[in-house]
């Protein structure tokens, strides 16, 4: 998986997308949320759910279904009055993204055994075959050490760069449109 760090930069960059007056704290606080809660399924393997089950790591967690449902739930909840609405359907959608965006990161990961995209309908795993992330130790005390410097330093050139490229990129639209 990648980190948390990794994840969490995804939605932001992402939100970055709305206009300044609805990047909100809770917008973004969702966003965070969303793009970190796929890898709460590790809490399985101290049940002794195995990693390739479906419940397992990186399994319905992380399919395209849970991205959509988690998506359209936290929009329900927190933007009820909008569901129904263009604004609505954007939220939807950009929950969606910010959680599926987990499961594409996972993808392009050095390690594991894959990510079950279509589950539950395909529990296969898959990868994607261009895999530059290092894969991020499971666990605070594997994370804060040399393993978890090495992913920090990956996520920087693979998930950072292309973020700040993307808001810069936003950046220049906005204030383009604004100069004409």
Known sequence: MASIFGHAFV?????????????????????????VLPDADV?????????GSFWGHRGFSHSILFALLLGIIVTFIFYRKQLFTTKGLILLLF???????????????????????????????????WRPIKVSPIGISRFFSERGVKVIL????????????????IFTIRKFR???
């Open 95 to 129: 929950f969606f993204l910010c959680t599926a965006s987990h499961s594409i990161l996972d993808a392009m990961t050095s390690g594991g055994k894959g990510v079950a995209f279509f589950s539950p309908f395909n529990n296969a795993r898959y990868f994607f075959p």
């Open 43 to 51: 809490i399985g393997l101290q049940f002794g759910i195995s990693y």
């Open 178 to 180: 604004k100069n004409n």
């Open 154 to 169: 990956s996520e920087l050139i693979w998930i950072g760069i292309p973020g700040l490229i993307y808001m810069t990129i």
């Open 11 to 35: 939605s932001v960059a992402l939100g970055k997308s709305f206009p300044k007056k609805h990047q909100t704290f809770k917008l973004f606080l969702i966003a965070i949320i969303c793009a």
